[in-house]
T-cell receptor
Framework: GDSVTQMEGPVTLSEEAFLTINCTYTATGYPSLFWYVQYPGEGLQLLLKATKADDKGSNKGFEATYRKETTSFHLEKGSVQVSDSAVYFCALSDRRGGSEKLVFGKGTKLTVNP | NAGVTQTPKFRVLKTGQSMTLLCAQDMNHEYMYWYRQDPGMGLRLIHYSVGEGTTAKGEVPDGYNVSRLKKQNFLLGLESAAPSQTSVYFC???????????FGSGTRLTVV
């Protein structure tokens, strides 16, 4: 079945450091890919998405490129801020596979220190 | 545009009590979902619905029931609460299978 594997945290960085959170997936069809962010005490918010191969999703300085050849959707940001401290979830929705729900990774907790 | 609204936001129950969590969305979404989130466990799907009048079991359905009598509402019921049901509950919805979810802000439930 479909699955998402993302790097386990926690990840601790200093402000202005470069961030990469790895995400790879397994899907039978042609998935849409998503990154969600969950700030402390809040619900999940959609951060960015990509719907086809080579698409790049971007938002708030974060980027992720849909790589079909490596089945990956790594999240990157060039210079993190303390306010980026949160848990990040990678997810997929397989349009062809008939899946009725998103498949989530386990989440990666990011802490950014001043 | 309210999005997905969950009520209540917080609740403390005694073991054996019952309660209903309400999820309401105003986006005309077909699909609705109930998840629970526990520390270190990520998100686990309880039940979901692919349209008005339909429900289906997720990964951890035991001890919960759901109803989707109206398209905009998805109710999660606990008939006899247990301490193991202490968790944060999230509702989510989406328009179709190509779409991502819109989440509610969560209900923090404690069963003592």
């Amino acid at each position: 079945g479909d699955s998402v594997t993302q790097m386990e945290g926690p990840v601790t960085l200093s402000e202005e450091a470069f961030l990469t959170i790895n995400c790879t997936y397994t899907a039978t069809g042609y998935p849409s890919l998503f990154w969600y962010v969950q700030y402390p005490g809040e619900g999940l918010q959609l951060l960015l998405k990509a719907t086809k191969a080579d698409d790049k999703g971007s938002n708030k300085g974060f980027e992720a490129t849909y790589r079909k050849e490596t089945t990956s959707f790594h999240l990157e940001k060039g210079s993190v801020q303390v306010s980026d401290s949160a848990v990040y979830f990678c997810a997929l929705s397989d349009r062809r596979g008939g899946s009725e729900k998103l498949v989530f990774g386990k989440g990666t907790k990011l802490t950014v220190n001043p | 545009n309210a999005g997905v609204t969950q009520t209540p936001k917080f609740r403390v129950l005694k073991t054996g009590q019952s309660m209903t969590l309400l999820c309401a969305q105003d986006m005309n979404h077909e699909y609705m979902y109930w998840y629970r989130q526990d520390p270190g466990m990520g998100l686990r799907l309880i039940h979901y619905s692919v349209g008005e009048g339909t429900t289906a079991k997720g990964e951890v359905p035991d001890g919960y029931n759901v109803s989707r009598l109206k398209k905009q509402n998805f109710l999660l019921g606990l008939e006899s609460a247990a301490p193991s049901q202490t968790s944060v509950y999230f509702c989510a919805s989406r328009y179709d299978r190509m779409d991502g979810y819109t989440f509610g802000s969560g209900t923090r439930l404690t069963v003592v």
